[in-house]
């Protein structure tokens, strides 16, 4: 048996994915191991050593030791991947132990915090605010506590009397605490995609119609930019749409002077020419905003009609849009799209009805009849504006349903495990906007984007690994 622990208990495992790409995993028997935010690096806990050894799990070469307390028992890093908290398990004696936090950045321990007598299981809150350690005592007398941090300076709180000897800790996945991109600012929605480790927002610009976009990288944004080239700037009066097709990132937009819609591609560097969503059939036309998403190698579109208010989509292959295929039902506004890869050969597109209901149609494989299904109703949901969807993989996958609450202006959300019915309807903590929110997926992290409420402009966004 190893020290620190208690005679005839084996510790479980515990697997923990953190947020905001971070995807910080707790294993804890024999030690714990995590992983970090871009570049990937992982952090195993040495017990006989008193050490953490880092390695990069691209190339599985380990870096230098790094220096913690005696006897390191378990290791959890916080949501943005900046600090990973190691508890430090030699104590035992009835006096307190400590963890030390590491910095992921350069990868040096920081000053240990003390906590209670012989620390053993860590975690750390979805928000990032908060680590949690569990004092697992003495073998002849467990302290039956466990020790709050303060992420932000590194303080202990006041201990929190638990059952006796505790060991592992997990918490409750949900999602971070909301902030702000800070430049952004909007009178429409946001959209949302997730490319190359980056999450990519995009907005219609409150004064300029410019539509403006940025990257984050787990921790930081980058500058806001324009959608803009030697071409000139893309102008819009509505929500963009954001997909990553290719390997570019493809951004679709209703003229600012009229009712086509537009696209463009990203390259890392590069806008490619604004183009009019077009071919020998006519050009797309709608009062709203576009919605894209990519199924079984294409590019597809959705948009509401100007003029009859249908659902409409085609689908584009690199080269050339097919014809516009008209489903019967009628949206309030833009629809959403998102592809299920894991059914394979479905996809989903989803409305507002004129009575605010959100209704939506399972389509499956390509071509006009593709959307023949029935018309469905999204249980307990109400909105003015557009719906969002997002489809989180796994071994059967998740549909994510997010909508404005046409009574609250709090954005609801709804949940379909392998398309088998939807989940209660939940609200996200504190998010309140007045216009439609935008969903994306990446790194099994689910992001939620939205515009302040009322009058207030700016872009928020947070992050859940398992909202349910």
Avoid at 164 to 190: F, H, K, S, V
Avoid at 438 to 461: D, H, I, P, S
Wanted: with cysteine; charged share 10%; net charge negative.
């Amino acid at each position: 048996m190893r020290a620190g622990r208690h005679p005839g208990r084996a510790r479980a495992a515990l697997l923990a994915l953190a947020l905001l790409a971070a995807a910080a995993v707790n294993v804890t028997a024999p030690g714990g191991v995590a992983d970090a935010a871009t570049p990937p690096n992982a952090y195993v806990v040495n017990f006989g050593s008193d050490t953490v050894t880092p390695f990069d799990t691209a190339t599985n070469t380990a870096g230098t030791p790094i220096n913690v307390g005696g006897n390191p028992e378990d290791i959890a890093i916080t949501p943005n991947g900046a600090t990973a908290y190691v508890a430090n398990g030699d104590n035992g004696t009835g006096t307190d132990g400590t963890v030390t936090p590491i910095s992921t950045a350069t990868n040096a321990p920081g000053t240990p915090v003390s906590v209670g007598d012989n620390p053993l299981g860590i975690a750390v809150s979805p928000d990032g605010t908060t680590a949690y350690v569990t004092n697992g005592g003495s073998p002849a007398g467990g302290s039956d506590t466990a020790t709050p941090i303060d992420t932000a300076t590194n303080t202990p709180g006041s201990k929190i009397t638990v059952g006796n000897t505790p060991d592992g800790i997990a918490i409750q996945p949900g999602w971070t605490q909301q902030a702000t991109q800070p430049q952004a600012a909007t009178t429409a929605g946001p959209a949302a995609a997730y490319s190359q480790g980056d999450l990519y927002v995009a907005w219609k610009g409150a004064t300029t119609d410019h539509v403006g976009y940025a990257a984050y990288n787990g921790s930081t944004w980058a500058p806001q930019q324009n959608v803009s080239g030697s071409w000139g700037t893309a102008l819009t009066t509505n929500i963009p749409a954001l997909a990553v097709y290719n390997g570019d990132l493809y951004a679709a937009w209703t003229g600012q002077a009229s009712n086509d819609i537009y696209y463009s591609a990203y390259n890392g560097t590069t806008w490619t020419a604004q183009q009019t969503i077009s071919g020998s059939w006519g050009s797309a036309g709608t009062n709203a905003g576009p919605a894209l998403m990519v199924f079984d190698g294409d590019l597809y579109a959705g948009w509401r009609g100007t003029t009859s208010g249908h659902v409409y989509y085609s689908a584009y292959n690199g080269t050339t849009w097919a014809p516009q295929v008209a489903l019967s039902p009628t949206s309030a506004d833009a629809p959403a799209l998102v592809a299920d890869p894991i059914a394979g050969g479905l996809w989903i597109i989803a409305w507002t009805t004129s009575s605010d209901a959100i209704d939506y149609i399972y389509c499956l494989g390509t071509g006009a009849g593709a959307c023949s299904g029935p018309v469905n109703t999204l249980p307990g949901a109400a909105t003015s504006t557009s719906p969002a969807l997002a489809f989180m993989g796994g071994d059967t996958g998740t549909l994510y349903v997010a909508w404005k609450d046409a009574t609250s202006n709090q954005i609801g959300y709804e949940a379909s495990f392998d398309n088998a019915g939807f989940t209660p309807q939940e609200l996200e903590p504190q998010a309140l906007t007045s216009a439609a929110p935008a969903l994306a997926v990446g790194a099994y992290t689910l992001y939620t984007a939205w515009k302040g409420n009322g009058t207030n402009q700016q872009v928020w966004f947070a992050a859940a690994n398992t909202p349910y």
